[in-house]
Each structure stands twice: as structure tokens, then as C-alpha cells.
């Protein structure tokens, strides 16, 4: 059974930095999207960022384009995100995604292309 699990989640003052972990178990795979969304209450789920495994491209919600960086080690099958300079507004519940069919095109991010899913880190950001 294939699993996503999101580590590295919790609270920091604006300015900071965190980095999210999203570790692949159960799967061997070479080519997958990766992909991050966040959500907070009463709102849909936001896609923040998303990585190609071969090959590595990569792709930002402009919201958070220069501040967060994807990447992914495929000797850990992990995906990582890198969050600077962070902001209240980036306080969300944080969702590691995969599509390891080949579903997902570069610009068009959507929820039902992603097959699996984490079960989400909180990060919460203070002023």
C-alpha cells in the first residue's frame, strides 16, 4: 500500500523558515509528480509547489515563488519543501500529493490528478 508522510510542520514567528518532508513507502517509482498544497479552514485545498522526479522541473503558486523551493531525493524517495521568509498567510495545513500515472500536466493542478495523498503537517505562522 503506497503511503505519503509529512513531517517538519509547526509554529513560527513571520521571517522564519521551515522545511517540509514527505517521505514515499510502499512504491518504487523513477518518474512521479510531486506536489505540495495547503489548505486552512472553510477554504479548498491551494497548490503551493510541484516537482518532476526525473528530470526535476519545477513549478510555484506565485504566492510563494522565491520564498519556497521543492525538491526531492530519490535515494530517500522524499520530497522536500523549503519555506523562507514566511508569512501569517502562510499558516495552513500542508498536504504532500503524488501522481504516479502520468495524469498531471505542467500548469493545470489539479486535486483529482494526484491518486495519493498525505494526511497534512500544520504550519502556523505569528506575526
Known amino acids: 500500500q503506497v503511503q505519503l508522510v509529512e513531517s517538519g510542520g509547526g509554529s513560527v514567528q513571520a521571517g522564519g523558515s521551515l522545511r517540509l518532508a514527505c517521505t514515499v513507502s510502499g512504491k518504487t517509482y523513477r518518474r512521479a509528480c510531486m506536489a505540495w498544497w495547503r489548505q486552512t479552514p472553510g477554504n479548498e485545498r491551494d497548490w503551493v509547489a510541484a516537482?518532476?522526479?526525473?528530470?526535476?522541473?519545477?513549478y510555484y503558486a506565485e504566492s510563494v515563488k522565491g520564498r519556497f523551493t521543492i525538491s526531492h531525493d530519490s535515494a530517500k524517495n522524499t520530497v522536500y519543501l523549503q519555506m523562507t521568509s514566511l508569512k501569517p498567510e502562510d499558516t495552513a495545513m500542508y498536504f504532500c500529493a503524488a501522481d504516479f500515472n502520468g495524469q498531471v500536466v505542467a500548469g493545470s493542478w489539479y486535486e483529482i490528478h494526484f491518486e495519493t495523498w498525505g494526511k497534512g503537517t500544520q504550519v502556523t505562522v505569528s506575526s
Open positions: 516537482i518532476w522526479t526525473e528530470g526535476e522541473s519545477t
